[in-house]
Every structure is written in C-alpha cells, then in structure tokens.
C-alpha cells in the first residue's frame, strides 16, 4: 500500500499563475517530511523538511506547509525557471528510509 | 554543483557484461545511500551504509553487489543485469541515519540491452 501519494500528477501552469501540489501520507509516527526538486538529468536537489504539523518553510516563490495528514508546496506567481519535477518524502520514527512519492511534474509556460 | 558526484552520468550495457557504478561525496557525511528511478514510479531505496557498514539491503538481487570502502566513497557492482533493470540509479549521502536530509548526485542512465 502506498504511504505517499502526490498529487496531481503534472501541472501545466502559466507565468505568474499561483497554484498548490499536494502530498499525502497515511504513516503514524511522523519523524519528518522532505521536499525536493529535481530537474531533468539531474539528481533531487533538497528544498525543505517539516518536522510538526502547522510548521510552514519558505523559499524565494515556495512555501511548504504541513497538517496530520497532508503537506501542501505553494508556488506563488511562478517563473518558467520554477519548471521541474516536485518530490515529497516521509520518514517514520525509529526508522531512517525514506519513502517518496511518484512527484508532480510542473510546467510553467513564459 | 552538488557535493555527491557520480560516474559515468551514462551506462548502457548488455546482459552478460559486467561494469561498476561509482560515487564519492566530498560533504563529510557518515551514511550513504543507493536508489533506483524508474519513469513515473517513486524512487526505490537499495541499499544504506552508515559508517561503512551495511544497514540495509531491501532485497535486491544478487546481480547489484555494493560496496563501500570509506565513508567518502560508494560503489554498485553490476553483473548479468536484466532489461528491466534499466533506469536512474542515483547515490545520496547523509549525515547520519537519524532525520537529516539526503544530498543526491545527478545520477548515472543505465541502459541495458
């Protein structure tokens, strides 16, 4: 059964056009949430951990945020350089694996 | 440019050859990691090594053998691999395995043919 699951799975947005990616997880015992970014031919470049819910991150035109259940990836008044391939992960306590997502593939057209 | 290097970026080998995929981190971490990535499919942890041992093989076959020989340095042994096994096998380091975050090379395309 999957314990991450992102959604949508692509976005096609326009420049400036602010929209959310969502992350959903069905593990107990939370020890953090990782978000990443990875672009074509390379490997996922890290963007934010959240460790409680209500805990926000930001960085430049993202925002992460997380609730018990769910942690959502704003992008506000996105830039084509923002094009790219969103990952969200999970850790459990007691245990150091990650499990990913499959990712949201966004597109941010000039 | 990322701390985790890998090499060669591009494979492409047949079933009966046998070739080696390297990685070294220049971050000073303890833990280093193998995943695999295949299209539209969350990536897949391999194998963990923590201070050069290893913690966690999540039943891989035999024809991917790991090997770490310092903390600085991560090799994946390939022999009579499969055209399935063919995708982005990526290598990632971590301070340690407690709840840091995972640094990850650009990954080497493997091609099996």
């Known amino acids: 059964e999957d314990q991450v699951t992102q959604s949508p799975e692509a976005l096609r947005l326009q420049e400036g056009e602010s929209s959310s990616l969502n992350c959903s997880y069905t593990v107990s015992g939370l020890r953090g949430l990782f978000w990443y970014r990875q672009d074509p031919g390379k490997g996922p470049e890290f963007l934010f951990t959240l460790y409680s819910a209500g805990e926000e991150k930001e960085k430049e035109r993202l925002k992460a945020t997380l609730t018990k259940k769910e942690s959502f990836l704003h992008i506000t008044a996105p830039k084509p350089e923002d094009s790219a391939t969103y990952l969200c992960?999970?850790?459990?306590?007691?245990?150091?694996?990650?499990?990913f997502g499959a990712g949201t593939t966004v597109t941010v057209r000039a | 440019e990322t701390g985790v290097t890998q090499t060669p970026r591009h494979l492409v080998m047949g079933m009966t050859n046998k070739k080696s995929l390297k990685c070294e981190q220049h971050l000073g971490h303890n833990a280093m990691y193998w995943y695999k990535q295949s299209a539209k499919k969350p990536l897949e942890l391999m194998f963990v090594y923590s201070l050069e041992e290893r913690v966690e093989n999540n039943s891989v076959p035999s024809r991917f053998s790991p090997e770490c020989p310092n903390s600085s340095h991560l090799f994946l042994h390939l022999h009579t691999l499969q055209p399935e096994d063919s995708a982005l096998y990526l290598c990632?380091?971590?301070?340690?395995?407690?709840?840091?975050?995972?640094?990850f090379g650009n990954g080497t395309r493997l091609t099996v043919t």
């Open positions: 990632a380091s971590s301070q340690d395995t407690g709840n840091s975050p995972l640094h």
């Open positions: 992960a999970v850790r459990i306590i007691n245990d150091y694996k990650l499990s």
